[in-house]
């Protein structure tokens, strides 16, 4: 059931193409039936094809929908992943290549900001810190080396920052070990300077299909430039309105750089919306036809006009929280919304707290996208971390984490001593344990807990060899004492078995993951490219999230709170003249809306301690004004508005009262 924009985008393989897919318009399908259209008419073998996004999430939904539409055999043979993903499988075959040991660690987050923190200047600020770990990424994110970043270094903080990547890369080649950003640029330079090795995996990948496209960054874009190669076979869907991860490296340019890369590059534009009514339609397009356009592209849908766009003016951020509340509850009784048809999105996560209470007070189950994920936990950090200590002895941000996971009374000072004589040496920390020389070098106590957690990790690495790694999980939890450890030190029964549930969740996840030929420590890599958002399982509750964190969903009512300027757009964009991405920040959310969209915005917000007064948001002023009810404007939305929060109060009381 194609339209015949999206078939001809489907049918179009012998040039490169670039569909505008507008939001809303069926990107998924044109790229899910693509894939079978070159498997079952071009008789193209699955096993040549891959198809590339930026989530798990979305690449495991891509391939459930696939999976309708091949032979199971098809479906298996697929490559259909994220560009980390892609990366770590080119390392894991090409490691030598890479400089890298088989059995190579994939740090997480964590890991490299410890990193960062002790290459810096002794006592550097958090601020610091994060300043210098960006601009290493965005150096890594351009494809540089640590030369090449010296050499474009400008002005004193970046100069120090490229002298830290090269002390880093050394640190992560000692560690045997890659980081994320590495998962990117060690292909790419392996891709750009050895031919035989390109020609391989081009041959490896006859087509390539790329997701969300506007959202690659330089070295992402160069890395599908190299796998694909003159022949272009290669389809791209993207929406340059919806570029909104600048801040993290994502390149809008992207897209008129395919165009000037393939001359013979077809664009073909998908504007039908098969998600909002008109009049929210209408309100989106006449917003971002204020950003300038390479490619202009009217969004249409055969929709109902739907409600009017209600836009609320509130006093301040409880009161703000408190209308969002109650109006949300009405929606629930009267238009018998589920809760998680119900979207609450913001621009920072500070603007959070306020609506949480409200939610609380009134009695809604709500969502908090971006709260501690299950991989963030710290007991599944800790075996994981046994996991890749397991596979490559050379992890020394592993061994730092675990030596004293349970408590081994291992100090500090040990560990200190212990890292200078292994520098000394040139060797990991855990080769530098098994050593008598070493050992005599420190006191005998802690020296003795060392050498027993050399010979238990060698334990455990000998069983690995004929066991699965979700019953490596299982045995290492046994012979660690770390599952006794949680039972008998974790006073609070709720909080003690959610720490071992999470643990045997792990071993489940294991258990589902485990393919043939993949090591534990091939499976732990794979988990570390896992985002919060892989791992969400809301359940019936209020959605709430960041305008970033919504893109890729819809609700059938969405609430975008702090519409005022300094909060979206965000007063450093306005210093900056970012409002462009501000402005597409703000699309995206008034289209993830299918059926209500209310604005609300605060007069006063209280910042830094002191309480400053509000405009309403530029972004509302450009939006179809007979498309909205302003409230304070329309005396017929006003008395609605009062009414609804006075039910909602009344019901709040009598479910307190029940309740009590």
């Not at 007991?379 to 030596?403: G, H, I, M, Q």
């Not at 050992?439 to 990790?457: E, V």
Request: proline share 4%; with cysteine; charged share 30%.
């Amino acid at each position: 059931m194609l339209n015949p924009q999206q078939l001809v985008a489907v049918e179009h393989c012998d040039t490169p193409l670039l569909v505008l897919a507008g939001a809303g318009s069926g990107k998924t399908s044109v790229i899910t039936q693509k894939i079978a259209y070159l498997i079952q008419r071009r008789k193209l073998a699955a096993s040549k094809i891959a198809a590339i996004t930026f989530t798990n999430k979305a690449a495991r939904e891509m391939r459930e929908r696939v999976g309708t539409l091949v032979s199971s055999e098809d479906a298996a043979a697929l490559t259909v992943c994220t560009f980390h993903a892609l990366g770590l499988k080119f390392l894991q075959i090409e490691h030598a290549r890479a400089g890298l040991r088989r059995g190579f660690s994939v740090l997480d987050a964590d890991d490299s900001e410890g990193i960062v923190k002790e290459l810096a200047p002794k006592g550097a600020k958090p601020d610091v810190l994060f300043g210098l770990r960006n601009l290493l990424g965005r150096a890594k994110n351009a494809g540089l080396s640590p030369e090449e970043a010296l050499a474009a270094a400008r002005g004193p903080r970046e100069l120090e920052a490229a002298t830290i990547y090269e002390l880093y890369q050394q640190r992560l080649a000692a560690f045997n070990a890659v980081d994320f950003d590495d998962l990117i640029r060690l292909p790419l330079r392996i891709l750009e300077s050895d031919d035989a090795c390109r020609d391989a995996w081009r041959e490896r990948f006859r087509y390539l299909l790329v997701d969300e496209y506007q959202d690659t960054n330089d070295a992402q874009y160069r890395l599908l430039k190299a796998l694909t190669g003159e022949r272009g076979h290669i389809t791209c869907v993207g929406d340059d309105d919806q570029s909104i991860y600048a801040w993290r490296g994502a390149n809008p340019e992207n897209i008129d750089q395919f165009g000037r890369d393939w001359p013979n590059l077809r664009v073909i534009k998908l504007e039908q919306n098969y998600r909002c009514g008109k009049r929210i339609l209408r309100a989106a397009n006449r917003l971002i036809a204020n950003n300038p356009h390479l490619h202009e592209k009217k969004l249409w849908s055969e929709h109902p006009e739907g409600a009017p766009i209600r836009v609320l003016e509130c006093k301040e951020a409880e009161h703000e929280a408190e209308r969002v509340a109650a109006i949300a509850a009405t929606l629930a009784e009267k238009h018998k919304a589920r809760w998680h048809d119900i979207a609450i999105l913001y621009r920072g996560n500070f603007q959070a707290r306020p609506l949480e209470k409200a939610l609380r007070l009134a009695r809604i189950p709500y969502h908090l996208t971006g709260a501690l994920s299950f991989l963030d936990r710290a007991e599944v950090k800790d075996l994981l971390c046994y996991l890749r200590l397991l596979t490559n002895p050379s992890d020394d941000a592993a061994f730092l984490r675990v030596v004293n996971v349970p408590k081994r009374e291992i100090g500090a000072t040990t560990l200190e001593k212990l890292g200078q004589i292994a520098q000394s040496r040139h060797s990991s920390l855990l080769d530098a344990t098994r050593s008598d020389g070493v050992l005599r070098q420190l006191t005998p106590r802690p020296a003795a807990a060392l050498a027993s957690f050399a010979s238990l990790l060698d334990e455990l690495r000998s069983a690995s060899l004929h066991q699965s790694a979700a019953d490596l999980v299982e045995l290492i939890l046994k012979r660690t004492g770390y599952a006794a450890q949680i039972a008998a030190g974790t006073p609070d029964a709720g909080v003690r078995e959610r720490k071992l549930g999470n643990l045997r969740e792990l071993a489940d996840w294991f258990r589902a993951m485990q393919k043939g030929g993949n090591s534990a420590g091939d499976l732990a890599s794979q988990l570390a490219l896992l985002s919060h958002a892989d791992r969400d399982d809301p359940g019936n509750a209020v959605r709430m999230m960041t305008l970033h964190a919504a893109k890729g969903l819809e609700f059938r009512f969405v609430f975008i709170v702090g519409c005022e300027d300094g909060t979206l757009p965000h007063d450093g964009a306005i210093d900056e003249g970012r409002i462009d991405e501000e402005r597409r920040l703000m699309y995206v959310g008034i289209t993830r809306a299918k059926e209500l969209l209310t604005l609300s915005w605060s007069a006063k917000t209280k910042r830094y301690g002191e309480v400053h007064s509000n405009q309403p948001s530029r972004f509302l002023h450009e939006l179809p004004q007979d498309d909205l009810h302003w409230q304070g404007k329309d005396p017929e939305a006003d008395k609605e508005a009062v009414r609804e929060t006075a039910e909602s109060h009344l019901a709040r009381i009598k479910a307190m009262l029940a309740g009590s």
